[in-house]
């Protein structure tokens, strides 16, 4: 939990930061909620190197990886409020304090296709940067999450009907609405908490996608994956305004331009990563089942009045984001 009294002195915390900077350049430190090997890591990985490469060093950016520097949940406020000069969030993280942003959290929400998640993340990126500034922070780059998956210990949950009793873990209040909508029971559960939580029967399943469940090692107590064919939850990269006002007009225009690059070479990545996460799964003993046309067809149809219900909670902010991703649902 963080400490109250750090919220209050960001002013504090970013000079300190830009003093601990080497003669000329400017270091600012990043909370990453996943692990260093995690294929997520990828696209911030490109992201530092190409921007400390084309700024000749005077840009520079480090990770503290697992959630060193803030926990999942709170990454946001913390960058908001200066506790972190960057930070990668997660809508399902963020969706509670930004409304809209549920569309971009929930199972399905965004489309399982490389192109057409080109399409849809290039036709949100004006109104997602305009809301995250409004919020109090800096949008860099988005990443998306291909091939949703829910493991089990015991079972697959291939029929809606294989759901109702299930507890199963959820990653933020609309995939626990989904969840409820199919009949589950969905349980909140940090990332880092999940393996635990299976071998210990907590919950019954989670909600994951295939290069989380490999680097968590979820396969080990939970053997029964069922790919979902959708895609969820997106992840945001954020810079705290104060931080972003720092680096020079010349450097924030690279730091733009190589973000727009990374968030198109992000959706190449993730796609292949959740492909090649799938086979290494069966490779590795995971009982691996896919939904067929009729089942997807219909757990969508369950899922999807949990959207009517993003769309009262967000109001005339997640209007952009309804017209540009409801052809998707």
């Not at 399902?92 to 057409?116: I, R």
Request: hydrophobic fraction near 45%.
């Amino acid at each position: 939990m963080l400490h109250q009294t750090v919220l209050t002195v960001p002013a504090i915390a970013l000079a300190c930061w830009l003093a601990a900077s080497p003669a000329g350049a400017a270091s600012f430190d990043v909370a990453i909620f996943h692990t260093e090997r995690d294929a997520l890591a990828d696209a911030f990985k490109f992201w530092a190197a190409e921007i400390d490469k084309r700024t000749d060093g005077r840009v520079q950016f480090k990770p503290s990886y697992s959630g060193a520097l803030t926990s999942a949940v709170e990454t946001l406020a913390a960058v908001r409020n200066g506790v972190v000069p960057v930070g990668l969030t997660a809508a399902s993280f963020s969706s509670g304090a930004m409304p809209a942003l549920g569309y971009l959290e929930a199972v399905g929400g965004l489309p399982n296709d490389a192109d057409q998640m080109r399409k849809a993340l290039d036709g949100v990126q004006s109104p997602l940067a305009d809301l995250m500034r409004k919020y109090g922070v800096e949008l860099m780059f988005t990443q998306p999450t291909f091939e949703l998956v829910v493991v089990c210990s015991g079972k697959h949950l291939k029929a809606v009907g294989d759901w109702p009793g299930t507890k199963v873990r959820a990653a933020g209040r609309w995939q626990s609405q989904q969840v409820l909508a199919l009949g589950g029971a969905p349980t909140a559960i940090d990332p880092g908490e999940q393996y635990l939580a299976l071998q210990n029967k907590t919950v019954d399943c989670a909600l994951s996608v295939p290069n989380l469940v490999l680097s968590l090692k979820l396969h080990e107590v939970a053997p029964k994956l069922t790919a979902l064919r959708q895609a969820v939850n997106l992840s945001l990269l954020v810079m705290n305004p104060r931080t972003w006002r720092s680096i020079s007009a010349q450097d924030q225009a690279t730091v733009a331009a190589v973000s727009t690059e990374a968030r198109q070479r992000a959706i190449t990545n993730m796609r292949a990563v959740a492909d090649k996460g799938l086979a290494d799964l069966k490779g590795m003993g995971s009982d691996v089942y896919a939904l067929n046309d009729a089942e997807l067809k219909a757990m969508k149809e369950k899922m999807k009045p949990v959207f009517d219900k993003i769309a009262e909670g967000s109001g005339e902010a997640g209007k952009p984001f309804a017209e540009q991703l409801k052809p998707y649902w």
